[in-house]
């Protein structure tokens, strides 16, 4: 059997203790609900519920029979190796929690059908906007988080305005974006940070299928979820050795002043709130501010701890230098069904893949390359550039290479990626190259100079 996360839509009357309501058949601000998104826990709860609505969508996890699953992907499981994941080239066949229809209700299979979004256009077209775009998010972040810290106001509509902007890119071709997320910078780091869990959110609902505006209010939720965070002091946010238990404490009251500081604003967007709040909380009860359970924990804030895991652990930050992308996926994917929801888990490793754009990489020849563009028909061979020769030393100039064409190195041998590296790894910094010209696509790359 396998399980998937589904919404239904489902009349007041069918309601019971435990069920977790996402959606009411009218807006939020026109009830007495303060979130948007509630476990119901007291037969108060669905008194009122039926008093005010007369459908709800609830959020639920259904089992589904025909699922068949390989002896190498159930080794994977219990091994907790990612190989199985990407040995099936196929997506898996997730469902869409998109809005709930008013009409008579259809049958099960026909409740789950899911949004597909194809590429509009090519990525070298679509990279010149997208950097726009994603330095127009970089100046946002920063003021909001700086503003927040002398006590202005979220300026909720220019924050809106610009998350929207990379939505529409992503909706284009997220490879775009997603390269822009690789840079990482070590100064600003929360507010950079918020700002790539912002895009990669968004990409990753778009891979799930979410209908647009889920996907908008997502990378919204991406963008303010680490908010509270401006209530923790410099010193503590900053601090470059291990924090003491006291410290410990007042950072993890950052998802507590979030949750505040997103409920005191006038027109709040009431997901953000319920990210800010949960999204440390985990499956298995062990997360905070509440200890909930699966079932407890809002679905986007669910989305947005795997994103918040990833981005954290390959970033730069105080105490720690950034990980590869792979070791960060596998850190999520041994933490699948404890921490992370398993089969959104499953769906990002797949969707960021084992070589995205932007990593950096070792190849068999000693040769260091940085991934161009992705190969979804063979993920372990994507477009690379080759910026260091065996000897880790600059070549007179930088080759291109699809490695799903086999191509031949220097040294007369097929080449092949070994493994990824950390970016700064033997001075090649994404940064630099995205400075001097870098973009996906090959007409352009000519223009960088050593």
């Not at 026909?110 to 070298?124: A, G, H, P, W």
């Not at 507590?256 to 999204?279: C, E, F, Q, S």
């Not at 720690?320 to 070791?327: I, V």
Request: proline share 6%; hydrophobic share 35%.
């Amino acid at each position: 059997m396998h399980h998937e996360i589904v919404e239904t839509e489902i009349p007041v009357t069918e309601l019971r203790i435990g069920m977790h309501v996402i959606r009411l058949d009218r807006p939020w601000e026109e009830t007495n609900f303060l979130l948007q998104g509630f476990v119901i826990q007291r037969q108060d709860d669905i008194d009122e519920l039926q008093r005010q609505c007369k459908y709800v969508t609830i959020e639920g996890r259904v089992r589904r029979p025909g699922y068949d699953v390989s002896p190498n992907e159930a080794g994977a499981r219990k091994t907790g190796t990612m190989s199985a994941v990407f040995s099936d080239e196929k997506k898996p066949k997730t469902r869409s929690v998109g809005k709930a229809s008013k009409a008579p209700h259809p049958p099960a299979d026909q409740r789950l059908k899911k949004v597909t979004y194809i590429n509009k256009v090519d990525v070298s077209y679509e990279i010149s906007k997208a950097t726009g775009h994603y330095q127009e998010v970089k100046n946002v972040a920063p003021s909001i988080m700086s503003g927040l810290r002398i006590g202005r106001t979220i300026d909720i509509n220019k924050a809106r305005e610009t998350v929207d902007k990379c939505v529409d890119s992503i909706l284009r071709n997220d490879d775009a974006l997603l390269l822009l997320t690789k840079l990482k910078h070590q100064d600003e780091y929360t507010a950079e940070h918020c700002l790539n869990v912002s895009i990669l959110s968004a990409a990753f609902g778009k891979r799930l299928g979410l209908l647009e505006e889920e996907i908008r209010t997502l990378g919204l939720c991406g963008l303010l979820h680490d908010v509270g965070k401006a209530k923790v002091p410099s010193e503590i946010l900053q601090k470059p050795g291990a924090l003491t238990p006291e410290e410990h404490v007042i950072m993890r009251n950052h998802a507590n002043w979030g949750r505040d500081m997103l409920m005191a604003l006038p027109k709040v967007v009431h997901a953000t709130i319920d990210v800010a709040y949960n999204h440390h909380e985990r499956l298995d009860g062990q997360g905070y501010p509440r200890g909930l359970v699966d079932y407890q924990i809002p679905y986007f804030a669910k989305i947005v701890a795997i994103v918040d895991t990833y981005d954290a652990i390959t970033s730069n930050r105080c105490y720690d230098r950034g990980r590869s992308s792979m070791e960060a996926l596998e850190i999520i994917h041994r933490f699948r069904g404890t921490q992370f929801d398993p089969e959104l888990a499953r769906e990002f490793v797949l969707m960021i893949g084992i070589y995205p754009p932007g990593s950096v990489v070792e190849l068999k020849s000693g040769e260091i390359a940085i991934v161009i563009a992705s190969n979804p028909k063979h993920r372990r061979k994507p477009k690379i550039m080759i910026v260091r020769n065996a000897d880790k030393r600059r070549p007179p100039k930088y080759r291109l290479a699809d490695l799903a064409g086999h191509p031949v190195g220097e040294q007369g041998l097929v080449l092949e990626i070994a493994k990824e590296i950390p970016d700064g790894s033997y001075g090649v910094k994404l940064q630099w190259f995205i400075d001097n010209g870098l973009q996906l696509g090959y007409p352009t790359i000519d223009r960088i100079s050593n």
